[in-house]
């Protein structure tokens, strides 16, 4: 069975228990900790370079709350995504833009 089946087996089952009292995350760590006695995933669990993939994922969300505005600014610069302020920025320009048609095209100019 796929890892992916079996973490949503278990957490359907977990659902299925528990009911809607527990919240998402507690329902994955519950059953992430009967996963983790799974044979497929103890084989998992022992390579040290799995162990550091999950502690490095895992501590991701923390990392990113501790970088300044800057540096957040930077690392998304670098993975080509845009901050709000470009996409206010974007927003006027478009918006400036077709304010700017509409009244060549009120004039009878043409576009």
Avoid at 10 to 19: I, M, N, T
């Amino acid at each position: 069975m796929k890892m992916a089946a079996l973490v949503n087996s278990a957490v359907s089952r977990a659902g299925q228990r528990q009911g809607m009292s527990m919240s998402l995350k507690d329902r994955v760590v519950s059953e992430g900790m009967k996963l983790a006695s799974h044979p497929a995933l103890a084989a998992l669990m022992q390579d040290e370079r799995f162990m550091k993939l999950v502690m490095a994922a895992v501590s991701v969300p923390g990392k990113l709350s501790e970088l300044s505005d800057e540096q957040k600014a930077n690392a998304l610069r670098m993975l080509g995504g845009a901050r709000q302020k470009d996409v206010d920025d974007l927003k006027r320009a478009v918006r400036s833009l077709e304010d700017e048609l509409g009244q060549l095209r009120n004039s009878g100019g043409r576009p």
